[in-house]
């Protein structure tokens, strides 16, 4: 038996908000809301979308670090803006809420970011993510729905297949969707009709050059696979997203401890240097 139409708005509708950067405006999809540790009371939710979106809010600039005693590259991270859907009758958005969030960690190569919220309140609709030990079952010709704020709108759903694998783009995998895309999508997510699961995040469409213009091709795009997203969280440290066996602390402290550690090697390179 199918999703309700309800289960599908909660899994795959819901989820979703609109990003707003300097220069860019774009899509995200809730992963993760939990009540911080120490009983505060307050809550931190987590958000994936392409680093593309939030490009404008990264800089890296050159800031004295205490330790190495000389001028390191250092992120310099802006504030994205993310607005949140309240609807009534399942479908009618009736407003929403805007948050300013920050960049918890991003991949340029991977093209991939994650954006934190910390509130009073909690997100009741997170993404179910497609099991990781079962990317190899999908095939070609599964119905999927990629849900996002394409040009700038509240939410929009656009249904098609998961037709082929294997699309390298710039050395990295992709998986090609026919469900249409367009500008504000990146960000979002393409799910599996039948289950409602996340399998991946638009980030590319076609553009045909015709003569002297150039054309969208909507139903040939691109999105990120769910295996790299996984990826993403675990080499960002980040993986209590989708493991319960992390917490957000422990997950914390083994950032904080490379980081250290990584700081340490630099600094007794440097001091082997001066010993030559």
């Known amino acids: 038996m199918g999703l309700t139409k309800r289960q599908m708005h909660e899994l795959m509708i819901y989820p979703e908000v609109r990003i707003t950067a300097e220069k860019a405006r774009g899509s995200g999809t809730f992963l993760y809301c939990d009540e911080i540790e120490g009983g505060s009371g307050r809550y931190e939710s987590y958000i994936l979308t392409n680093e593309h979106v939030v ?27 993310v607005e949140l859907f309240d609807f009534d009758y399942v479908s009618r958005v009736i407003g929403g809420t805007t948050y300013q969030a920050s960049i918890a960690t991003y991949d340029k190569d991977e093209d991939l970011a994650l954006l934190r919220l910390e509130t009073p309140r909690p997100f009741a609709h997170i993404a179910k993510l ?5 990317f190899k079952d999908l095939t070609a010709l599964e119905w999927v729905i990629t849900v996002g704020c394409g040009m700038g709108n509240k939410p929009v759903q656009t249904a098609g297949f998961l037709s082929g694998f294997g699309y390298e783009i710039e050395n990295k995998d992709y998986v090609l969707i ?40 909507p139903h040939i795009g691109f999105s990120i696979p769910i295996w790299r997203v ?18 957000s602390a422990q997950c914390a402290k083994m950032r904080k401890d490379k980081r250290e550690g990584e700081e340490l090697r630099m600094l007794r390179d440097e001091l082997a240097g001066d010993d030559d």
């Open 178 to 217: 026919s469900a249409p895309s367009y500008f504000g999508n990146s960000g979002g997510a393409t799910f599996l009709l039948e289950t409602g699961e996340m399998i991946g995040v638009p980030a590319r469409i076609t553009v045909a050059a015709i003569g002297w213009s150039a054309d969208v091709v």
């Open 230 to 247: 996984y990826q993403f969280l675990e080499d960002q440290m980040f993986q209590f997203v989708y493991d319960p066996d992390y917490t």
């Open 130 to 134: 497609y099991p990781r030990d079962r």
């Open 55 to 81: 490009d404008s809010l990264i800089k890296v600039e050159k800031k004295w670090n205490a330790l190495l005693r000389r001028e390191i590259k250092t992120d310099v991270l802006g504030t994205p803006i």
